[in-house]
């Protein structure tokens, strides 16, 4: 583990190297963002294909239903006829799970490449690394110790947070038109209801984009800039690979909009 550290803690400070030119004593938190960017780059093909499988899984949304009604006595038969009709429309109900599931490896490495004193046993360099002076290893606590809300620190987790909250708000928007554009047919159990608490955990699903702010202030900074940067990939992203679901809603809603006024 620790010659894997100490490859990973090397990645990363060839990459500095390599942006020192452009971002001077920024340029490890440089690297951390390029690091995401590469890593968000490779499983972008996943991501691609996790859109495609949720449209055909909404565009199944219908025949789940009739499923549902039809063996809401038989769950054992209702759940084999939902799989068989996954297998048939080769639709993965995990597929969506994969982009994120391979990203957790590479913020776990930065978490503790950044929390760790040694690495390989010799003493963590990238630890005296810092961006606008807020040390790389440091959290937000560290920062409120050391000079307040409004201290040179602390202004820079002001800045990752007003990021964080517009992301957050641009995904919220997003969830809601997308879930607008394509209602999920609810849960049931064995006696064909709606599952107790899946219609409040939907209406939450929206703001588990603000919940990326807990995230920011615990972690460690270096592992905080990982996440600010692959939130507001997956916003634009997300806004990108489903821009089509979008504009057929906004295209319906204007259809309607005008029937009603005529």
């Known amino acids: 583990m620790s010659a894997f550290m100490s490859a990973f803690a090397n990645l990363v400070g060839s990459l500095a190297d390599l942006l020192q030119p452009l971002f001077h004593g920024a340029s490890t938190a440089a690297a951390i963002v390029l690091f995401t960017a590469l890593v968000r780059l490779a499983v972008h093909p996943l991501s691609r294909a996790a859109a495609r499988g949720q449209k055909a899984r909404t565009r199944?949304?219908?025949?789940?239903?009739?499923?549902?009604?039809?063996?809401?006595?038989?769950?054992?038969?209702?759940?084999?006829?939902?799989?068989?009709?996954?297998?048939?429309?080769?639709?993965?109900?995990?597929?969506?799970?994969?982009?994120?599931?391979?990203?957790?490896?590479?913020?776990?490495?930065?978490?503790?490449?950044?929390?760790?004193?040694?690495?390989?046993?010799?003493?963590?360099?990238?630890?005296?690394?810092?961006?606008?002076?807020?040390?790389?290893?440091?959290?937000?606590h560290d920062a409120l110790a050391a000079?307040?809300?409004?201290?040179?620190?602390?202004?820079?987790?002001?800045?990752?947070?007003?990021?964080?909250?517009?992301?957050?708000?641009?995904?919220?928007?997003?969830?809601?038109?997308?879930?607008?554009?394509?209602?999920?047919?609810?849960?049931?159990?064995?006696?064909?209801?709606?599952?107790?608490?899946?219609?409040?955990?939907?209406?939450?699903?929206?703001?588990?984009s603000f919940a990326t702010l807990i995230t920011v202030a615990v972690v460690p900074l270096a592992a905080a800039l990982y996440v600010v940067t692959t939130t507001a990939w997956s916003a634009v992203e997300r806004a990108w690979l489903y821009r089509d679901v979008y504009r057929d809603r906004d295209t319906a809603a204007s259809g309607g909009a005008m029937a009603t006024a005529a």
């Not at 219908?62 to 996954?86: F, T």
């Not at 040179?152 to 800045?159: F, K, P, R, S």
């Not at 609810?186 to 107790?196: F, H, R």
Request: overall charge positive; proline content about 9%.
């Open 60 to 140: 199944l949304q219908p025949q789940i239903a009739e499923l549902r009604k039809k063996h809401g006595k038989n769950p054992e038969r209702m759940q084999k006829a939902i799989m068989e009709l996954h297998a048939a429309e080769k639709v993965s109900p995990l597929s969506g799970c994969l982009p994120s599931l391979l990203q957790m490896p590479a913020f776990f490495l930065l978490y503790h490449l950044f929390s760790s004193g040694s690495i390989g046993g010799e003493p963590n360099a990238l630890l005296s690394h810092d961006l606008l002076g807020a040390p790389l290893g440091g959290r937000w």
């Open 147 to 208: 000079g307040g809300v409004f201290g040179g620190n602390g202004l820079v987790y002001l800045g990752l947070f007003a990021l964080v909250l517009a992301v957050a708000t641009f995904s919220y928007r997003l969830t809601r038109r997308q879930m607008a554009a394509n209602p999920m047919t609810p849960a049931t159990g064995p006696d064909g209801q709606p599952l107790p608490g899946m219609g409040a955990m939907v209406k939450m699903m929206p703001l588990l």
